[in-house]
């Protein structure tokens, strides 16, 4: 069958890989210069590096390098990746500086793509059997539409969101204000405060984060990624070992979790910064658990950079001739570079607004069996939309699947 597959980091690659091991004629179109998704020099900021240590973020036939460290950086992984094409010689298949401006399904018979050379502007046309969407669920970020965003601008401020923020001399000497709390937000704000003018971190909320070692000792992956840890936290329906710790184990699950909680309050220093988050430590896994940037509660410590909690920015401005920024706790601040870690949008850019809708429920939630697979849509599978701690392990499963699916192997259940 020929397949066109929309995008080349772990989701993309994986899938091609399998895809075409299984004979399939495929194809692979990537916007950005080298292929790495969120790992692409392209979306890197400064201080990226992965949540995971690298013996659970591979995939399965093609281990990390040894020589790279426990947890590896944003550069590391685009180059596993890159590694990864070579070797399973993927690169004749992925056109790379190659956007989809559009995907419209042809009846039921396949799909239409409208592709732009980004480099000469020049469009074409391509058409599939099948599609997989492999863009993943962190390809569009969301910057709020704060007020007075065009007077900043026009002051010399720049507004931007963590993977457009690639190079750290932009920072050097300036005043930069740092938009959210979550692990982009804080991997940026560490790498920033050794070279801003001032550093602050604007936090809406504060989150509860995981130190990488507990009593830098103890590997945090001996404690949450394994079935007991993951057990902690109680999922939609909680089975077998889970049901008992939510259950008759509830007392030991609390004083568990209590104790994760102790240790992190103690080791990140958070009652001194008096950063310590509302809630009880569990409130960790409402999204994902994210680990501790040490370097950042250091520098709050040395006065390199502020945590402004329960704060947002409301207004941005010009003030004397330089750019500026309104905060809700009633300062106004110097703001030459506001970098935002708020999140991503969830939809689909190249698709039409009605083919969203016939993806979606009425919350904008993609509606996908196993996250994989439309109810509504004929021919057309997702893959790396299953995010997990194992997002590799995850893609190339849901790689699997999809080949499983073209064989006519699996029964699907009634919608």
């Not at 091991?21 to 979306?43: N, T």
């Not at 969407?133 to 002051?155: D, H, K, L, T």
């Not at 077998?240 to 992190?264: D, T, Y």
């Not at 520098?299 to 950079?305: A, H, I, M, W």
Request: charged share 20%; net charge neutral; aromatic share 10%.
């Amino acid at each position: 069958m020929k397949i066109a597959i929309i995008g080349a980091g772990f989701a993309g690659l994986s899938s091609a890989k399998v895809l075409k091991q299984f004979g399939h004629d495929v194809q692979v179109f990537e916007k950005a210069a080298d292929v790495g998704g969120v790992w692409s020099a392209s979306r890197r900021y400064p201080g990226l590096r992965t949540q995971n240590n690298k013996d659970t973020y591979f995939l399965s036939d093609f281990p990390m390098p040894a020589s790279y460290p426990e947890w590896p950086s944003g550069q590391q992984i685009q180059e596993y990746l890159a590694s990864y094409a070579r070797h399973f010689d993927l690169d004749p298949l992925v056109h790379l500086e190659t956007e989809v401006l559009s995907a419209e399904p042809v009846g039921n018979s396949g799909w239409t793509l409208t592709v732009r050379n980004v480099r000469s502007g020049q469009t074409t046309e391509h058409s599939a059997e099948h599609l997989v969407v492999a863009n993943g669920i962190f390809s569009e970020p969301f910057i709020p539409p704060y007020e007075g965003a065009q007077e900043f601008r026009a002051a010399g401020g720049r507004l931007c969101a963590t993977s457009d923020f690639n190079n750290l001399e932009e920072a050097r000497g300036k005043h930069v204000l740092v938009v959210g709390y979550g692990k982009s937000s804080c991997d940026v704000a560490a790498a920033v405060g050794e070279v801003a003018a001032s550093n602050i971190v604007v936090a809406r909320e504060l989150l509860w984060k995981m130190p990488r070692k507990i009593m830098n000792v103890l590997n945090f992956k001996y404690l949450m990624l394994t079935r007991l840890g993951e057990g902690l936290f109680k999922y939609i329906e909680p089975k077998g070992f889970e049901k008992f710790l939510h259950g008759p184990g509830k007392a030991l699950r609390n004083n568990m979790v209590s104790s994760l909680q102790s240790v992190a309050t103690k080791q990140l220093k958070l009652k001194q910064l008096g950063l310590v988050p509302p809630g009880s430590f569990e409130r960790i896994a409402r999204s994902t658990v994210s680990l501790a940037t040490d370097e950042l509660y250091q520098q709050v410590k040395e006065g390199k950079t502020e945590i402004a909690r329960e704060c947002e920015i409301t207004r941005l401005l010009e003030r004397n001739g330089r750019p500026a920024a309104q905060l809700s706790d009633g300062r106004t601040v110097d703001a030459d570079l506001v970098i935002c870690g708020t999140g991503f949008r969830q939809t689909v850019p190249f698709f039409s607004d009605e083919l969203q809708k016939q993806l979606t429920d009425e919350r904008g939630n993609f509606l996908l069996y196993h996250q994989i697979h439309p109810m509504y849509v004929q021919r057309l599978s997702f893959c790396g939309y299953n995010s997990s701690f194992f997002s590799p392990l995850s893609a190339e499963i849901a790689a699997l699947w999809i080949a499983t699916l073209l064989m006519g192997e699996l029964k699907l259940p009634p919608k």
